[in-house]
């Protein structure tokens, strides 16, 4: 099957002033933990998606100086020409694939950590940054020049490295943006007080990379147009200055939000649809007549080339949906549809990434995985051991992506065995809870890509105990058996259970009693109790509540659901619950559970009671290892039936986050014929070679 015409739109090339994008597919540039100093590692994660038919692909923000150090977060650095030689690979490796390859220049001012440079941050006004332990310097008139000279040197540098692209980035409050906003700028002299002032910094910075690289490269420049919050500037504003820069510009790339509300940007899926920045950055085109890019977390064809064709946007940008699918572009031209690997909006790839980590994604276990591990996604060699037959046993996330990646690698027969009636494990129940409608995309994309693979058997219904394993027939078996939710109250705090807690009772829950087995709290009020920090008691909470519940989320932890500030959610959540008249506590050890409700301490000892109907326990989940474990403790029995190997993946292992899970079992089917599967083939790493010289 052909694709559909109408996203022939979306194939169109179109030119951005020196140079031409060969379709309407842009990644825009976002962190992945690599920079500079991993050069490997970034040429070849962006590669990949230039060869999966990106038109572009960018780098991460990319400091022009040291006095924009980010550390200890990573990003590109074009310092010197040894940053330069470092991501010349980058733009190599693009344009093999037929890519341009963007460099996304920048400077943080105020937002500058500067763990390795140590001198003072550099800002408009020295007014303490909104988000870091920073009160920066005023810059004086010596240092606006010294800084837009070393923007300058930095686009040469970027064009010497192959660059078609080079942005002056102001997006997410960085300095230009921080000349911009009067939140930020709150100076009297030619760069203060009027927009005209406020716009001079980030105008002249765009005409002195124009005049030292506009003739090779194209000039691209990242402007949140709505802060949606004090911290930058509002649509009238980022309209003024698109139609004020815009003869400066071939490549207007919007966006919304800034770096202390980065949320709004890169939204999640439990708090915003997709494309929902169009509201904002769809009127860009009253300002401009030149190319705009534009993000939204859009992974669906049909509104992609609704918005090229309607002319709002030019171009598709996506940050979170390349790394999803880095074929994207390539399975639409194709026609591939039911390929397509759409980003679920979860944002664990930013805790991945940063500070200092290693891309990772929930959908993608091969993201970030490209250089060091040689993992392609779309191609599997065939295995030394193919002529073997797998069980897996259990079709949660770890078990249906290692059966596929078996599969894929050409075993004999992958038979996929649950004990429930439908696969997916802990994804049957999790894309029921408020906002998470968008992770069920883990469940479809693997049951389609399941369905279609000639060599997989389903076995639904089937719940196997070790002398079923064992007789069953298979020379390989991998146990993706899960995990469960402690029904005692065992926790983080006091690695014991809660006297009381025990879900054998009525009053006393647990997140799959309620969601799979259908139990009810008793009575009216029930307190969702939290030791794990993350989504599921946030996601019981607002169920229990929409469902005429009067809930407290109580939490051991010092914050409601920690976890979700990495994931960019827990500002917004916490709004949201408190809105729902969820009631929220934090500090709160339970030390008896009871019929009538719980006691304990708060944060400063000081006895704490909570009347509730039911308490549901959040508290911390244990493997379902013990069928492994039999099957392990008896390798005589194993031999006998011919049973060469049994290994074990994702929650059965230790509970862990559904990438984890998916990355885990991928794993193992990846290297399913080293010489021991059950440890990890060690991975290339990436280290400056010691030199003693001037010791
Ligand atoms: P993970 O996140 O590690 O993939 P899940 O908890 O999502 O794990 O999925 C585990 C799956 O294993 C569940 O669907 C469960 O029904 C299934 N399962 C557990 N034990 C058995 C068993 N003995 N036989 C068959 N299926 C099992
Ligand atoms: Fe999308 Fe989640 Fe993958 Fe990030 S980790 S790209 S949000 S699926």
């Known amino acids: ?50 060869q999966g038919g990106w038109a572009a692909v960018c780098t991460e923000y990319c400091a022009i100086s040291p006095d924009s150090d980010e550390t200890p977060f990573i990003s590109a650095r074009l310092w010197d020409d040894d940053d330069a030689r470092a991501l010349a690979v980058t733009c190599e490796l693009a344009h093999e694939h037929g890519a341009l390859a963007g460099c996304e220049l920048h400077h943080s001012g105020v937002h500058s950590p500067r763990r390795q440079y140590r001198l003072p941050a550099l800002a408009p006004s020295q007014l303490a940054s909104d988000y870091l332990l920073v009160v920066p310097k005023t810059m004086e008139r010596s240092d606006i020049r010294r800084v837009q000279a070393d923007w300058a040197a930095a686009a040469r540098r970027a064009r010497e490295a192959g660059f078609d692209i080079v942005y002056v980035y102001g997006a997410h409050s960085y300095l230009p943006m921080q000349f911009l906003s009067p939140f930020y700028n709150h100076r009297t002299d030619e760069y203060g007080g009027p927009f005209e002032n406020r716009a001079r910094f980030w105008l002249e910075t765009l005409e002195l990379v124009r005049d030292a690289v506009g003739a090779d490269c194209a000039i691209a420049t990242r402007i949140a147009v709505d802060a949606l919050g004090p911290y930058g500037v509002e649509l009238d504003e980022g309209l003024a200055f698109v139609r004020a820069a815009d003869h400066l510009v071939d490549l207007w790339d919007v966006n919304v939000g800034s770096a202390l509300e980065w949320s709004k940007d890169s939204g999640a899926s439990s708090l915003f649809p997709e494309g929902w920045q169009l509201e904002w950055t769809g009127r860009v085109r009253e300002a401009t007549a030149k190319p705009i890019v534009g993000v939204g977390r859009l992974t669906s064809p049909d509104r992609m080339a609704e918005i090229v064709a309607s002319g709002v946007w030019n171009v598709i940008g996506a940050a979170r949906p390349s790394i999803a699918d880095p074929f994207l572009p390539r399975k639409i031209e194709e026609g591939r549809y039911d390929e397509i690997r759409e980003c679920i909006g979860c944002n664990v790839c930013i805790p991945k990434s940063d500070p200092g980590g290693n891309v990772g994604c929930t959908q993608n276990a091969t993201a970030g995985e490209e250089y060091r591990r040689g993992w392609h996604p779309e191609r599997f060699e065939r295995a030394a051991n193919a002529d073997r037959d797998v069980l897996v046993v259990g079709a949660g996330p770890a078990g249906m992506e ?67 394993v064992r007789e069953y027939g298979a020379e390989i078996v991998v146990c993706a058996t899960g995990a469960r939710w402690a029904g005692d109250g065992l926790n983080r705090v006091t690695h014991r259970p809660i006297p009381g807690a025990d879900a054998s009772l009525p009053h006393v829950l647990t997140p799959e009693q309620i969601m799979v087995e259908g139990k009810r709290p008793p009575g009216r009020r029930v307190v969702v109790y939290d030791g794990e920090g993350y989504f599921v008691a946030p996601g019981l909470a607002e169920k229990l509540a929409a469902d005429g519940y009067a809930v407290q989320l109580v939490t051991c932890l010092e914050e409601i659901s920690p976890f979700s500030h990495e994931t960019l959610e827990q500002k917004l959540l916490v709004r949201r619950m408190h809105r729902a008249g969820i009631g929220l506590r934090t ?63 994702g ?17 193992l089917a990846r290297e399913i014929d080293a010489a021991d599967p059950a440890t990890p083939l060690p991975f290339l790493r990436e280290r400056p070679l010691a030199t003693a010289t001037g010791m």
């Open 651 to 667: 929650d059965c292992v230790a509970p862990q986050l559904i990438a984890d899970c998916i990355f885990d079992g991928h794993r």
């Open 402 to 468: 290692c059966a596929i990646v078996l599969a894929k690698r050409g075993l004999r027969r992958v038979h996929l065995a649950d004990a429930e009636a439908e696969i997916g494990g802990i994804m049957r129940w999790v894309p029921r809870l408020p906002g998470r409608g968008e992770w069920a995309r883990v469940l479809n994309w693997r049951s389609i890509q399941l369905g279609k693979l000639r060599n997989v058997e389903l076995l639904t219904g089937l719940r196997l105990d070790a002398r079923g």
């Open 1 to 50: 099957m052909g694709r559909d015409p109408k996203h022939d739109v979306l194939f169109e090339p179109l030119r951005i002033g020196p140079k031409t994008l060969r379709n309407r597919f842009y990644q825009v540039p976002h962190c992945v933990g690599f920079g500079s100093e991993k050069p490997l590692h970034q040429a070849r994660f962006r590669a990949m998606k230039a």
């Open 587 to 649: 500090g709160i050890l339970l030390t008896a559970v009871g019929p009538g409700g719980a006691v304990g301490t708060d944060e400063l000892g000081d006895p704490v009671e909570l009347d509730a109907d039911a308490v549901v326990l959040v508290t911390q989940r244990l493997s379902n290892e013990a069928l492994y474990l039999e099957l392990r403790a008896d390798p005589a029995a194993l031999a006998a039936e011919g049973i060469e190997a049994v290994y074990r993946i």
